[in-house]
């Protein structure tokens, strides 16, 4: 069975800085990738997504690596800003169109 | 082009009742899913609908059912409502066509309280 972990909960930054997500799942057999950023009360908005023969992919400030043999990602975020503040799901493609998640980063990037 | 909607956006129900969440996927999406996010158990996989078909459910009582239409709109069902069905259901499209594994779009979320 699939697990997804999210390291570290939770995340305080002053604004400005660099920061790293993680994320590492036990099962290797994945068709892709998904970074999700979940604000209070809301849906999930895609960030970035990263197909299992993909090293990494970017979007402005941010970049997600993959390295599936050892079952880890990482989403980078760049010169971070109060409007980050959000939950950062990382979730993973298996069999049947079925997304695992991890368990989120709460990040807050104070003013 | 419009994004998942889903309704109603929030409810409250009593114990014992049953509810019937809808969802609209994007325009041309084919593949609906529907998850369940509580506090506790996180991000859970309900189940997968593709052109009318269930292709993949996850590990909840047969209380919880769904349905998905021609028009790719799809609706869960819960019976017998629990406290702990207290919950945001989220609804999630993609196109999923052939071997083609694509970004999946979620919606806001229908928010559940059983009281």
């Known amino acids: 069975k699939q697990e997804v972990t999210q390291i570290p909960a939770a995340l305080s930054v002053p604004e400005g800085e660099n920061l790293v997500l993680n994320c590492s799942f036990t099962d290797s057999a994945i068709y892709n990738l998904q970074w999700f950023r979940q604000d209070p009360g809301k849906g999930l908005t895609s960030l970035l997504l990263i197909q299992s023969s993909q090293r990494e992919q970017t979007s402005g400030r941010l970049n997600a690596s993959l390295d599936k043999s050892s079952g880890r990602s990482t989403l980078y975020i760049a010169a971070s800003q109060p409007g980050d503040s959000a939950t950062y799901l990382c979730a993973v493609l298996g069999a049947g169109n079925m997304l695992t998640f991890g368990g989120g980063t709460r990040l807050m990037v104070k003013p | 082009k419009a994004g998942v909607t889903q309704t109603p956006r929030y409810l409250i129900k009593t114990r014992g009742q049953q509810v019937t969440l809808s969802c609209s996927p994007i325009?041309?999406?084919?593949?609906v899913s529907w998850y369940q996010q509580t506090p506790g158990q996180g991000l859970q996989f309900l189940f997968e609908y593709f052109s009318e078909t269930q292709r993949n459910k996850g590990n909840f009582p047969g209380r919880f059912s769904g349905r998905q239409f021609s028009n790719s709109r799809s609706e869960m069902n819960v019976s017998t409502l629990e406290l702990g069905d207290s919950a945001l259901y989220l609804c999630?499209?993609?196109?999923?066509?052939?071997?083609?594994?694509?970004?999946?779009?979620f919606g806001e979320g229908s928010w559940l309280t059983v009281v």
């Open positions: 325009s041309g999406h084919r593949s």
């Open positions: 999630a499209s993609s196109p999923n066509t052939g071997g083609n594994w694509n970004t999946i779009y």
